[in-house]
Nanobody
Framework: VQLVESGGGLVQPGGSLRLSCAAS????????MGWYRQAPGQQRELVAV???????NYADSAKGRFTISRDNAKNTVYLQMNSLKPEDTAVYYC???????????????WGQGTQVTVSS
């Protein structure tokens, strides 16, 4: 299973960005999908996750500003980020818990990351 993120970039404080992550490969089913981020010198942290039936969970820092959604038909997860702050600057990683055809278990997959920089 491969995950490819897109949508990162440079944005001014208060601005918005929409990240996308498309999964491809020998996919039987994708369970939970999520977004994590890692700022320089810091550990990777959860931003938001969404289950296959649409239940969501957000980090406190993301609540009220970020919205996670997914299109199961396209194996794609999105992160709409509004009211961005300089402290949101980080590499954002897509994560998927997925089962491949022929397997009876799921595995964790990660994208390569996309840089989000919030600066004036």
């Amino acid at each position: 299973v491969q995950l490819v993120e897109s949508g990162g970039g440079l944005v001014q404080p208060g601005g918005s960005l929409r990240l996308s992550c498309a999964a491809s490969g020998n996919i039987f089913r994708i369970w939970t999908m999520g977004w994590y981020r890692q700022a320089p010198g810091q550990q990777r942290e959860l931003v938001a996750v969404i289950s296959s039936d649409g239940n969501t969970n957000y980090a406190d820092s993301a609540k009220g500003r970020f919205t996670i959604s997914r299109d199961n038909a396209k194996n794609t997860v999105y992160l709409q980020m509004n009211s961005l702050k300089p402290e949101d600057t980080a590499v954002y990683y897509c994560n998927a818990d997925a089962t491949e055809y022929g397997d009876s278990w799921s595995e964790d997959y990660w994208g390569q990351g996309t840089q989000v920089t919030v600066s004036s």
